[in-house]
């Protein structure tokens, strides 16, 4: 229990002077997520709605692997990764290894076919209702796709959230590829197990209770930006 | 939006860009804290951006022979100098000592405070089947361990539950260790710097078997080209120069000197 309020003293100190190594991986925590969010979206909310929409052979196929690839371990992917961004392996001539970039492509792996699920999920729902009305206006599929997009965008928003969470929350991954470099590749999370690995529990609660306060602050901005949630139009 | 992805990139890869060089560490020295004092005085004075990578040393090597960093800091000195025969690293250049310490319970069941050398210290841990943590992950500090099971002519494999392969690293073993009550073998540099010791105390230490020579060994760059040999020279010269043996002879924790300087002056 000791630990717990030492753990809380030392977030309270580190968040009200605003500690400039604790802004400095707060920031970059936020940066690789929200990217890694970005472009896993742009893949994965078309694709999930596509699914839904279009019938084709190997459908069933498709969604078992996707639904299967949610579970992927992220040190797994860390490691397949780090593989093919190191300097022997076939794009190593980029020279990605141990950057935030690197970091940006593990957690797009990891949280696309979590997003792409979801959203599978939610438009097919919506598909069931919007079925008749679409095909009768002979809308082509990218039609379909974008109108179901927009009409779903709450449950879309929900994906992204469940996406972001996976992402801000990932240690396995970004700590081999980005390998916890100070200034350069910590994040909070790497930062949390290097404290842990310390023995310096206090500190790495602290950190830990930043990263909770931290995904709560961009689920509220999200909803306020996006005006959902709100009075008479929840 | 594609600009806003242009941006994106544009920021993440921008950090690469000053004159940076990666070594790749163990845990054992980051956890010592020296490194927090050696690199400001590197960016002083060689105007050089050290990004350390904090790994065990068979990550490290790996991670050398792969040309992922450009030098490596490590103390296993029969794998360094496999790595340097085959060809991965130029040279390896000595550049200071610590020793490690059997830690234990403070009731010290097995009675290794009454023994003379650290091959005694683990039959006797044997002999009583305390609990033993080891690093179990390839480490210098798991490699010395097994050494050291080998010259008091046991066999790690026929351990029975006592003993325990956790295969993480210095302060994570450390923590297990807390937790189990255990014995375990550390760097002193990581054990002085440890925040959660709970009953563990220093049992065993001072047999000159205990002593960890640490080396630095840059990454051929006729193996791979991109390597940044010049900075990696540099800092060489800075290792082994008068302004790091100050700092390094000067480090201490608790009142105690952690590391001993013991680099030639002139490059092997």
Redo the contacts between chains.
Sequence with gaps: MNDIWAGLASAFWLIVTLDPDLVEITLRSLRVSLSALLIAALIALPFGTWLAVRRFRFRRATIAVLNALMGLPPVVVGLIVYLLLSRSGPFGVLGLLFTPTAMIIAQVIIITPLIASITHQAMRELWAEYHDLLISLNTSNWQRIRTLIFDGRRALLTAALAGFGRAIGEVGAIMIVGGNIDHATRVLTTAIALETGKGDFALALGLGFVLIALALLVNFAIHVLSRTEREGRW | ?IR??VL??G???H??QADTL?LAVT?SFH?SGLSDVLLPAIKADIDL?V????VGTGQALRLG????VDAILVHSKSAEEAFVAAGYGTHRREIMYNDFVILGPDTDPAKIEDQSTAEGSLRAIAAVQAIFISRGDNSGTHKKERALWQNAGLDPATHGDWYKEVGA????S??TA?GLNGYILSDRASWL?????GQLAILFAGDPELFNQYAYIPVDAAR?P?INADAAARLEAWLTSPAAQTLIDGYMIAGQTLFTFNASPTSP
Excluded: Y
Aim: glycine content about 12%; charged content about 10%; aromatic content about 6%.
């Design positions: 939006m806003a992805l994106i990139f920021l993440v890869t950090a690469a990666r845990t956890n951006d990004q350390l990578l904090v022979e792969a040309g992922d690293g210095m302060g994570a450390l923590n807390s710097n440890f925040g959660n010791p791979h991109h």
